[in-house]
């Protein structure tokens, strides 16, 4: 049984950092992604890393801010997420292949 589960989420003013973590179990390997989702609109990729984590990729608006990582060891993908501001407030979701996690809230407010 595939579980993904994430954590990191919570309130943090404009500017701050947060960091995601997504530890997965029942499955290894594979492209990673994190995904969001805001109120009323449709859930959009943020970020992507490939199975051996030598490539990655992002959406445009978090380009520069955010980075993700793989540590296979603890079978885990992170976003760190720096310089964050209101628009990024949002439920962040990983996925592996067609699994996805239940999502973890990110508010960024004053």
């Known amino acids: 049984q595939v579980q993904l589960v994430e954590s990191g989420g919570g309130l943090v003013q404009p500017g701050g950092s947060l960091r995601l973590s997504c530890v997965a179990s029942?499955?290894?390997?594979?492209?990673r992604a994190w995904y969001r989702q805001a109120p009323g609109r449709q859930r959009e990729l943020v970020a992507t890393?490939?199975?051996?984590?030598?490539?990655?990729d992002y959406a445009d608006f978090v380009k520069g801010r955010f980075t993700i990582s793989r540590n296979d060891a603890k079978n885990t993908v992170y976003l760190q997420m720096n310089s964050l501001k209101p628009e990024d407030t949002a439920v962040y979701y990983c996925?592996?292949?067609?699994?996805w996690g239940q999502g973890t809230q990110v508010t960024v407010s004053s």
């Open positions: 029942g499955i290894i390997g594979g492209v």
């Open positions: 996925k592996i292949e067609e699994y």
């Open positions: 890393i490939s199975a051996s984590g030598l490539s990655t």
